[in-house]
Every structure is written in C-alpha cells, then in structure tokens.
C-alpha cells in the first residue's frame, strides 16, 4: 500500500511539473506574442505620426527610416512626388469605406516595418525578426463632394464677435462647424440635414441647430478622421484654418496656381477691357462677366473692384445646354494696396454651367461683401462652389424667393443670409461634377490596410 501511495504520489508531482512548465512555456509564449503585437502598434503610430507632420498637408512626401525606442524595429517608407491634396491619381477600385466613399484621388506610400524581439530566457529564440508591409493610401476629395456643404472654418483672426452663421439657411447635407468661437444663430431660420463639430468649447447653445422638419439634433461627432486641408503659416495644419486660394507660388493645390496654369482672363476694376469671351471691366470698379458665353475661360480679377455681376443663362435651352460646357474657375482676390473695396456680387439669372468661385480679401478688410440675387423672386438655380477667405458675406437686397444653390460654401468668416421666411437658401449637393472635381481645393486624410 505504501509503494502504491509513493507511486501515485510520483506521478501526481510529476503531473504538477509538467504543467507548471507548460504554463512557463505558454506564458513566455503569451509574452512574446505581447512584445511583438506591441511593437508593431507602436510601429504603425510612428508611421501614422511621421505622415500627419511630413506629408499629408505638405508639398513633397519625404522618405523616412526610423528606429524605434530600445530596438524594437525599424519603419521604412518611400517618398512621394506627389503631395495628396494636389494628386491626380483615382483608387484603383472602389472602396466602401472611408470619408470618400472610394473616390476622390490618393498617394499611395507603402511602408516596411521590421519588428525586432528579444526573447531572453530561450537562447534558441534571443532574436526574432519579421518584417510585414503595410499600405498607405493619403486620399483626398473636396469636403462639398462628400456631402459637407456647409463649412465654418476655424478664422485666421483672433475670434471676432461679429462673425456668425445665420438666416434662413436650408442645408441639404452636412454643416461643418470648426471653431466654437463662431456662433450659429439657430432662431434666425438656419436648418441643415445634420452638422458636425470639431471643437467641444463655446456656448452649447451657440451650436444648437435643428434638422430639415425643424426639431432640434445633435451633432453626429462619431469618431472622425483627421483631416486636412494643407498647411496654413503660423498654425497647426489640422485645426480647421483656411488657406487654399493664394497661399504660395509653389504650393500645388493653389487656387490662383491651377488657373495661372490654364487658359484665362486677368481683369481689374480700374482699367477698362473686354476680353470679347464673355468677361469686361469697365474701368470704375465693375466687372461683369458672362457664364453663356461658350468662349468663357478662367477669370482672374484683382484690386480696385467694387462690384461683380455675374450674368447666367437667358432661357431654358441655354441653361440646358450649359450643363455639359467646361467648368469655369473665377477668382476675386483684393491685397491690402486695392483702391476700391468690394461691396456686391450680383447673381443674375440662373446659371447651370459649373462654377468654382473664390474670393480672399487683406486681413485688414472687414468690409461685408453682399451676394444678391437679382431675381430672386423667380426662384433662380445656380450651380456654385464657393470658396471665401477672410470675406465676411451676407444676402443682399433682392425680392423674396428660394434660392437654389448646387454645389457648397466654404468661409472662415461670417455668412449671414436673410431671416425673411419669404427669402431662403437651399444648399446642395453637385452630383455631377466632372472636371470641376480637379479643380476644386480638397481636404485630405489617411486610410491604410495591412497586406
């Protein structure tokens, strides 16, 4: 009996040591696992972190080697000669997923990552390596495009209590608020399909707004995507400022750079020319030009204007047929040595040729620029993308009437529409783009998929 008691004895101890030491391997099993899982996050935040600083709102897309702390591994990624929000390139196929839905345009940056870990209690195992791609893809597409239509971004200026969003306003998509410093005056009539914000100071009730049926929403603030649109100096490229139009020479995304590079008009409110295809200055500081005319190219205006008139299709054939003429870029930008400050630009008409039109003013111009439909009271339709820095706008004097407008705003300041019930702004969106798409400046951000 006693042998049997020693024998069982013998076996159940070694029963205990053989699982002990399987619970050893495993758990050095489990912490190699950990070690290399954790290494490869912190591998993809170095890879995401070098591409927000040094790529995605940059003009070049540098190379980059890094080593990661303690030598867990190194990240490796090509340059690029392209930067995102200036590419041409489409998604090979189209992706269901992301702030695009699969269009838009890309850089696509693969990245190597090689994953070191050290494992010191099995000499057999001291080193592992492996090394694993990854893709990159840094997309890029018009915010107006993607449904935002509305868009209150961040002012280059310190907060202004002047500046504010308001009137009878109908948004058939997305508002877009950036800052909290920008009110939203939702009593004055003001509705949209939903809003985002991208800030959680200010006043709550400053950033109430209420849906299409006039009840009151909340924001859709799921977890958003980092996005850009380039750099803006002095600032952090990724806290909504605006600087699109003019911001450099060199800069490929430029508004002024696109149309410079293309067939286009230069006028200016103090010296009188008629280009004969379909855009004039008379010399005192009014510009008109026609969006009928089938010669019409890009339109650069500069100082000393005081009022636009912007002439759309006379009757229904016209306006029919202007839908599959080329797109049209329109750019008014004032510097602080312009004689005249502009006051009004005049819609007249309805216009269904695609339109981009932007407007930047000196930051020492606070004047209100008045956008006014002429004939209102006839419920005009324009397709209009509408791009605005440093311009505070707000309806002009015109007779009641909806306003239809295909396409979206973009501002970094105030945009105040009328409060008269009779008199209101429905928003959009263009669904048929085109070469406007090329045009038209983007925000960009990041996807990436392991492969």
Not at 99 to 106: F, L, Q, S
Not at 138 to 167: C, F, W, Y
Request: glycine residues 10%.
């Amino acid at each position: 009996m006693g042998l049997v008691v020693m024998a069982l004895g013998t076996f159940g101890v070694a029963a205990w040591i053989s699982l002990l030491t399987s619970r050893a391997f495993y758990i050095e099993s489990m912490e190699l696992s950990s070690n290399h899982r954790i290494a490869k996050i912190n591998a993809r935040a170095v890879a995401d972190e070098f591409i927000y600083r040094h790529a995605l709102a940059k003009v070049t897309v540098p190379a980059a080697r890094i080593t990661l702390p303690d030598g867990a591994g190194i990240v490796e990624m090509a340059s690029a000669d392209t930067a995102p929000l200036a590419s041409l390139i489409r998604p090979p196929g189209e992706v269901s997923t992301g702030m695009a839905n699969g269009y838009g345009y890309h850089v696509e940056l693969p990245v190597s990552v090689t994953i070191n870990v050290n494992h010191d209690n099995d000499p057999a195992t001291a080193a592992i390596a492996s090394t694993y791609n990854r893709a990159y893809l840094l997309k890029s597409r018009a915010p107006q495009l993607i449904g935002d239509l509305m868009v209150m971004h961040k002012s280059t200026l310190a907060p202004s209590t002047g500046n504010e969003l308001s009137g009878q306003i109908r948004v058939h998509g997305s508002t877009v608020i950036w800052s909290s410093g920008l009110p939203v005056v939702a009593d004055s009539g003001i509705r949209s399909e939903r809003y985002i914000t991208y800030t959680q100071g200010g006043s709550p009730v400053g950033r109430k707004i209420r849906n299409l049926e006039g009840h009151w929403i909340a924001p859709t603030n799921y977890p958003l995507v980092t996005n850009t649109a380039g750099e803006v100096a002095g600032s952090n490229a990724y806290d909504g400022r605006l600087d699109v139009i003019d911001p450099d020479p060199d800069v490929p995304w430029s508004m002024k750079n696109k149309l410079l590079k293309g067939s286009h008009i230069v006028l200016s409110g103090d010296t009188e020319f008629d280009s004969g295809r379909g855009a004039r200055s008379d010399g005192s500081g009014n510009i008109n030009i026609t969006l009928a005319d089938s010669h019409l190219t890009s339109v650069m205006v500069g100082d000393h204007v005081r009022t636009i008139n912007l002439h759309g299709q006379g009757d229904a054939l016209s306006f029919a047929n202007a839908g599959s003429q080329g797109a049209v870029m329109i750019l008014i930008h004032q510097t602080d040595a312009s004689g005249r400050s502009l006051r009004n630009i005049n819609f007249r008409g309805s216009n269904n040729r695609r339109l981009l039109l932007g407007l930047k003013r000196h930051d020492t111009n606070t004047d209100e620029v008045r956008l006014t439909f002429a004939d209102a009271d006839e419920n005009p339709s324009w397709r209009l993308m509408l791009i605005a820095e440093n311009c505070r706008m707000t309806a002009g004097d015109s007779p009641s009437g909806t306003v239809n407008l295909y396409g979206g705003i973009r501002t970094d300041r105030d945009f105040k529409w009328s409060v008269n019930p009779a008199k209101i702004l429905h928003i959009h969106r263009e669904t048929d783009a085109g070469a406007l798409e090329r045009l038209v400046p983007r925000t960009a951000w990041i996807e990436s998929y392991a492969n």
